[in-house]
């Protein structure tokens, strides 16, 4: 499914909705993330912007991507670091955070 979204957006200029409660995949390749309560729009940013807002999205009930829930709690421990929605991302600000020059 995911390769079929990527080569849809690679190839077209057509815009894709995908409708799913599992974001840990969608955020590989989504642009924008909508989330929704009782049929109305309530947040929709980008997949960075989204799930930076941790009061909203705890608040909303919505399942946090899962390095964006090790960020919240690194944060709690008062440590200052981004959040991240992407592995990739993930093990850019850890390597930073904790002073190791590479994770592989």
Do not use: C
Not at 24 to 39: K, L, P, S, T
Not at 63 to 81: F, G, H, K, M
Request: glycine share 2%; hydrophobic share 45%.
């Amino acid at each position: 499914m995911l390769n079929a979204i990527n080569s849809l957006r690679e190839n077209t200029e057509m815009t894709v909705i995908v409708v799913e409660h599992r974001v840990e995949w969608a955020v590989e390749v989504a642009d924008r993330i909508v989330i929704m309560d009782r049929g109305q729009i309530v947040l929709e940013r980008s997949p960075q912007e989204v799930f930076s807002r941790e009061e909203d999205i705890k608040k909303l009930g919505v399942r946090p991507i899962s390095v964006s829930e090790v960020a919240y709690e690194l944060r709690s421990r008062r440590l200052n670091i981004s959040i991240p929605v992407r592995l990739s991302e993930a093990l850019k600000t850890i390597s930073e955070v904790f002073g190791v020059d590479r994770i592989k």
